[in-house]
């Protein structure tokens, strides 16, 4: 394991050096604001040093990264509104309960995995909750 932390946008360059000069088997991009914003950027050196990455949200799947499993974001987007109600309703926000998560969804990229010569088995795909081709 070879983490990488990235606090601006330039320590992207950096991290992207160390994984050309020693690369990783794999990359898992964990999803901040920074993260976010620059995650073309990590799509793009994943795909173009072959290198398999997943991701926390499906929707980077469909921006062209490999996989993703993580929270399915309608669910979290659901439960989010629910409590903006409450709080709107007069709850004050330190006395609503701390949820988890408990809807995963694993998203894969057929045509990124063509790309990075990658054959994904017919039993993980039989798994996956939607499949990008």
Not at 42 to 67: C, H, Q, W
């Amino acid at each position: 394991m070879q983490p990488l932390g990235v606090r601006e946008p330039n320590d992207f360059a950096d991290a992207f050096a160390a994984m050309t000069r020693s690369p990783p088997d794999a990359i898992l991009m964990v999803s901040d604001a920074l993260t976010n914003l620059n995650r073309k950027r990590v799509i793009d050196f994943s795909n173009a040093n072959r290198l398999p990455a997943i991701y926390e949200f499906s929707g980077l799947v469909r921006e062209g990264g490999l996989m993703s499993y993580g929270p399915k974001q309608d669910a979290m987007g659901v439960r989010i509104a629910g409590f903006v109600a409450r709080i709107l309703r007069g709850a004050r926000p330190s006395d609503l309960p701390l949820e988890q998560p408990t809807t995963f969804e694993l998203v894969i990229n057929l045509n990124t995995a063509k790309t990075l010569g990658l054959a994904i088995p017919r039993s993980l795909l039989a798994r996956a909750d939607e499949v990008v081709e």
